[in-house]
């Protein structure tokens, strides 16, 4: 049974750090691709940053390009998104995806809210 679990969510000032973490099971995760997106009220979902497999190369939205940092850790099957210096824009729910050719498997979800 595949499952990808979000933590890390939370409140936190415009400015402020979090850390998400998904855990993934079920599946070879070391070749799978991972992302994390996101979805505002109102908004489509969108890509936040990816990280390739093995290579570890990464790609980001432009929106986040130097404030966020996407990593993975094989071993444990988790991959990680730091945010820092969030805004207000930054506001959503973010969503782990787990990707390799036609398999494409979502978790549920974690709410981040940057507010004063």
Not at 47 to 76: E, P, Q
């Amino acid at each position: 049974q595949v499952q990808l679990v979000e933590s890390g969510g939370g409140l936190v000032q415009p400015g402020g750090s979090l850390r998400l973490s998904c855990v993934a099971s079920g599946f070879t995760f070391s070749t799978y691709i991972m992302s994390w997106y996101r979805q505002a009220p109102g908004k489509e979902r969108e890509l936040v940053a990816m990280i390739i497999n093995t290579a570890g190369s990464t790609n980001y939205a432009d929106s986040v390009k130097g404030r966020f940092t996407i990593s993975r850790d094989n071993a444990k099957n988790t991959v990680y998104l730091q945010m820092n210096s969030l805004k207000s824009e930054d506001t959503a729910v973010y969503y782990c995806n787990a990707a390799w050719f036609f398999n494409k498997y979502w978790g549920q979800g974690t709410q981040v809210t940057a507010s004063s």
